[in-house]
Each structure stands twice: as C-alpha cells, then as structure tokens.
C-alpha cells in the first residue's frame, strides 16, 4: 500500500513570494490533515479535511494560507505571502475516516516539505 | 484544551544502554496518548498507543510506555538502545471523545552513540 506523498520535498522562496506544497493521502482515506512543524517544536494542526470539507482550521492564519481539497482527494496547502517565520516542515497525514466518540484512527504521515523563506 | 511536555529536547546514551524519555500531559477530560518516532528526513511514524485496557503497553522493537493517570505521565522506555533508534520521539494526546485533534509535545531527540 503506498504511504502518504507530498511535493516538492524542500522549497526555498524569498519572503513575501508565494508557495503552494501538494498531498496526495492515502487511497479511500477520507480525512486528511496539514501540520506544520516550526524547528524545535512539536507539529501543530493548521487544518482538517473530511473529504472535501474542512473539519478544523482554526490554527490556520487566513490572511496568508489557504488549503483546499475539492475533489476529496489530494489537497493543495498554499502560503500567500511568505514570511521569514513561515519556514518550517508541512506535513500531511490521513486517516481512514474522522473519529467521533470514543473511536480511534491511526493518522498516517507523509515525509513532509520543508520549507526555507529567506 | 490538552497539552503535553517533554523536558528532554535531547537525551544522548550510550549503545547498549537503558533508556527513560519523558512525557507528562494535562487534560481536563479523559486521553488517548501516543508516541511517535521521526526518523530524519522521514514523516511521523505510530510507535505505540494507549486507549484503555493495560497501562503498560509495547512497541514491537522494543519500546514500551506506561500511563500514569495519577502522575499525568506517559513515559517511554527502552532496556537496551541500537544505534537505529537515533531519531526523534514525540509524545501526542488527544482527547478520547467527540472531533479529536492531536496535540504533539516538542519533542526529545534520542542520540545513541557507540
């Protein structure tokens, strides 16, 4: 079974250029999520895809990031503008399905892009 | 809301040697906890979890991490490290009811050296 694919793997911009990273998950998993991973620190969530609806943005900065995923398939995460504090590791991860109540599916990770914004 | 903390950012042992990372988390309702390894330049991978049941739970290379309701731990243990567990661990809770959202501590990079 293939894993999670994100491109490219590392990207280098200028701040205030645009950027945009792609994930495909998983085939037949419905949820997907992107994280960013600041240097020295844990992934935190930005957002939260049940198949083309959005579950959970609220750590995603809309005034500059934007992530879609219209066809509830692979998704698009795009920065517009980058800053210098925008360098970091975005990760994808899916999972079979959300999980309400008391269930539990396993978020599976992508190698991430790391991006440098000098 | 959860949070989790990892004092250790970096534990250097030898080859060989046992090993203790640390994990302590606080919630105000009942937790999954989990704890994930990151090898470099690879994504996060699932090295053990706890839901219900035993407290004691094992990875299969090895790993095995106790929850602690009491003390609000999860720590991971290791009797004796290979050179391959160099990585980084990151401990993970999330909440065990309604739309869960996981939340990663800072990590702790375990170097094992010859």
């Known amino acids: 079974e293939a894993g999670v694919a994100q491109s490219p793997r590392y990207k280098i911009i200028e701040k205030r250029q645009s950027v945009a990273f792609w994930c495909n998950p998983i085939s037949g998993h419905a949820t997907l999520y992107w994280y960013q991973q600041i240097l020295g620190q844990g992934p935190k969530l930005l957002i939260q895809?049940?198949?083309?609806?959005?579950?959970?943005d609220s750590q995603l900065p809309k005034d500059r990031f934007s992530a879609e995923r219209l066809k509830g398939v692979d998704s698009t995460l795009k920065i517009q503008p980058a800053k210098l504090e925008d360098s970091a590791v975005y990760l994808c991860a899916s999972s079979p399905s959300i999980a309400g109540g008391r269930a539990y599916n396993e978020q599976f990770f992508g190698p991430g892009t790391r991006l440098t914004v000098l | 809301a959860q949070s989790v903390t990892q004092l250790d950012s970096q534990v250097p042992v030898f080859e060989e040697a046992p090993v203790e990372l640390r994990c302590n988390y606080s919630s105000s309702v009942s937790v999954y906890l989990f704890w994930y390894v990151q090898y470099p330049n690879q994504g996060l991978q699932l090295l053990l979890k706890?839901?219900?049941?035993?407290?004691l739970v094992k990875s299969i290379n090895g790993f095995e991490a106790e929850f602690n309701k009491s003390q609000t731990s999860f720590h991971l243990r290791k009797p004796s490290v290979h050179i391959s567990d160099t990585a980084e661990y990151f401990c993970?809770?999330?909440?065990?009811?309604?739309?869960?959202?996981?939340?990663f501590g800072t990590g702790t990079r375990l170097l094992v050296s010859p």
């Open positions: 895809f049940q198949n083309n609806g959005v579950v959970d």
């Open positions: 706890y839901l219900s049941g035993s407290t």
């Open positions: 993970a809770v999330k909440r065990n009811t309604g739309f869960q959202k996981l939340v």
